[in-house]
């Protein structure tokens, strides 16, 4: 989803609302929180370089967004991506004008992928592609957040459950295509295959595609719960920011419809059509936790964002907006899901490949936590993805071709601090 995340990621404002001293729902205490420190992380990212330019496979990845990952229970890391690359990555060679590895026009590109990590953190085989079906002619799937949860409530089997987003063929300020559903994926473990996908919100009938809510851009565990943030796409019809969403799942049921419940601005309704933005134009202006109005409840989100708990506090990461466009990752808090958020904190500007055009024509955007990546004491892993900055896709296209590495997730480790 390149373009289509660059568009929504100018969106990228949150809510900031007054502080409180309340509790996370654990009972951990929840203090504000920033980001203290960040350095890019090499390692990650070069792993990614190595797999993406082995030359030994004609089938598997060489680039893509969008990217998520989850740990599976025999320690493997599956990482998921949404627009892929695959096909074979040719070194640079020795002409001036061509001093990036590159691979060719006609390389195969696929609408979702999957490549597996080995315990130790080798990246070792890409899925068969697409690993999720178009639902039909003129639609595509894009995998998002992802987790292990019983095959159903208390059940004992584990499965792999993975949220989708599928979308169609759109015209006007939807070229990148129109949110169309949230749908799940059940994979079987451990051999990864999919066994079905269930549709558990339908959005066709919603008349404004602006209006329409596609979950799963993040997925937290907490107190026998999942809850599974998500957003709109305002922003892609230059109406409006896109707001934020959360729903909740009990732990087991993220493939039944009938187990979820929306946030309505009061409780978790069993309507979506009911469901109210936390951060937004249109979030009710108090929060889970009781405490007072925000005054600029009026902003909003990109539809791509991630969320992470530390103890009692909730942080969530996004481009920031305004003057620093597609530059800077930036930094929200609550305590709880729902809000009241706070913010935001100051942004951190995370570096491009070596040697790629200024930061008016590549852009950095998606940034996704990755809590089961190995990083230091204390740290926490955040990747971010990188596309060159064009309204044409064609032209973006051609320029990814070139540079593979303007098409690939980069890392950072970062470490939170208490932001009072």
């Known amino acids: 989803m ?43 990212t070069g792993e990614f370089t190595r797999y993406g330019d082995d030359q030994a496979r004609a089938d598997d990845w060489t680039g893509g967004d969008g990217t998520h990952s989850v740990r ?13 690359y695959l096909g074979q990555v040719h070194p640079p060679p020795n002409l001036s004008g061509q001093p ?70 759109g015209t006007g300020p939807w070229i990148y295509g129109t949110p169309t559903a949230t749908e799940v994926a059940t994979m079987s473990l451990p051999d990864l295959r ?35 943030f998500g957003g709109n796409d305002g922003k892609a019809a230059a109406k409006s920011a896109s707001d934020a969403y959360v729903a909740r799942v009990p732990d087991g049921g993220l493939a039944d419809p009938d187990a979820w419940r929306y946030w309505d601005g009061k409780r978790f309704a069993k309507s979506g059509g009911s469901a109210e933005p936390v951060l937004g134009d249109g979030a009710t202006p108090q929060g889970s936790a009781g405490t007072g109005p925000s005054s600029a409840a009026t902003k909003g989100v990109a539809s791509a964002f991630t969320v992470v708990r530390e103890e009692g506090t909730w942080v969530l990461f996004t481009m920031a907006a305004g003057a620093e466009g597609l530059t800077t990752v930036t930094s929200y808090w609550s305590c709880g899901p729902t809000g009241p958020w706070h913010g ?52 973006a296209a051609s320029h990814v071709t070139r540079n593979v590495a303007l098409y690939r997730p980069r890392f950072v480790q970062l470490r939170l601090m208490r932001s009072d």
């Open 344 to 395: 935001p904190a100051k942004g951190f500007a995370p570096p491009l490949p070596q040697d790629t055009a200024p930061r008016t024509d590549a852009a950095v955007y998606n940034p996704q936590a990755h809590p089961d990546v190995a990083a230091g004491k204390g740290r926490l892993v955040l990747s971010y993805d990188v596309n060159w900055l064009d309204a044409t896709p064609q032209v």
């Open 72 to 84: 599976l229970p025999d320690g493997r890391l599956l990482w998921l991506f949404s627009d892929s």
């Open 100 to 169: 990036h590895a590159w691979r060719d026009q006609s390389a195969p590109f696929v609408r979702n992928s999957a490549v597996v990590m080995s315990r130790s953190g080798r990246l070792e085989r890409t899925l068969p592609t697409p690993v999720f079906p178009d639902p039909g002619p003129g639609q595509w799937r894009w995998p998002v957040a992802a987790k292990v949860e019983p095959r159903s409530p208390g059940a004992g089997e584990k499965v792999l459950r993975v949220l989708l987003w599928s979308r169609s063929t």
């Open 2 to 44: 390149p373009v289509l995340l660059l568009v929504l990621a100018l969106g990228a404002v949150l809510l900031v609302a007054l502080p409180g001293d309340d509790d996370g729902e654990d009972g951990a205490a929840c203090v504000p929180r920033k980001v203290g420190a960040w350095e890019p992380d090499e390692r990650t």
């Open 194 to 228: 999919v066994e079905g996908i269930t549709k558990v919100s339908d959005q066709s009938g919603v008349q404004d595609p602006a209006h329409r809510v596609l979950y799963g851009t993040a997925a937290l565990d907490d107190d026998g719960h999942t809850y599974v």
